[in-house]
């Protein structure tokens, strides 16, 4: 049987190129070069990175300004959204402007696959991704984050916010923002 591949020809190297010399010299300098350039490591523990707005750490809470409880309105959009089903909630009728509010919501940490979904559907923006990265737990019961533990204040997760309107207004239609006197009504 005949091969439909044509032959390799091989290049033919010089007595030094066989030799791998030159090669080894030229990676020798690289390194060496690389030594006085600046670093970029940081010593973790003592030196904390300040993430930007656009990462997506831990979700949270966010506390209404008048701090009285959480912004959220229990639709339970962030629920229904969630790819591994990380977030589940009870809804209660209020006497409060809201007319709704969670008595239980809980996030499942070790589920949570950090994607943004609930942060993007929330027509609240009750619940934002934070900038909060150095997660531990140490058991599973406890990597089962209840509504205290995720309340947080509007002045933590402010950066956030603003981006999140940002990044919204810029992917709406302009005729689809409602802008000045119309969103009074």
Aim: proline share 8%.
């Amino acid at each position: 049987m005949q091969s439909k591949n044509p032959p390799i020809q091989r290049t033919k190297l010089s007595f030094l190129e066989r030799l791998y010399l030159p090669e080894i010299f030229k990676g020798m300098a690289y390194t060496f070069a690389q030594m006085f350039r600046p670093k970029f490591t940081m010593s973790y523990p003592e030196v904390k990175w300040k993430p930007p707005a656009v990462f997506r750490g831990r979700p949270v809470l966010v506390e209404r300004e008048d701090k009285t409880g959480e912004r959220c309105v229990a639709c339970g959009l962030c629920a229904r959204v969630c790819p591994p089903l990380a977030i589940s909630m009870q809804a209660n009728e209020t006497d409060l402007p809201q007319e709704r509010h969670p008595i239980t919501f809980e996030i499942n940490m070790l589920r949570c696959i950090y994607c943004g979904y609930c942060e993007e559907v929330c027509p609240e923006e009750a619940i934002v991704m934070s900038d909060e990265y150095d997660i531990t737990y140490h058991t599973r019961e406890s990597a089962i984050l209840d509504k205290q533990k995720l309340l947080v204040p509007m002045e933590r997760v402010k950066d956030r916010l603003e981006f999140l309107r940002k990044y919204k207004n810029s992917v709406r239609r302009a005729e689809d923002q409602v802008v000045g006197e119309d969103a009074k009504s």
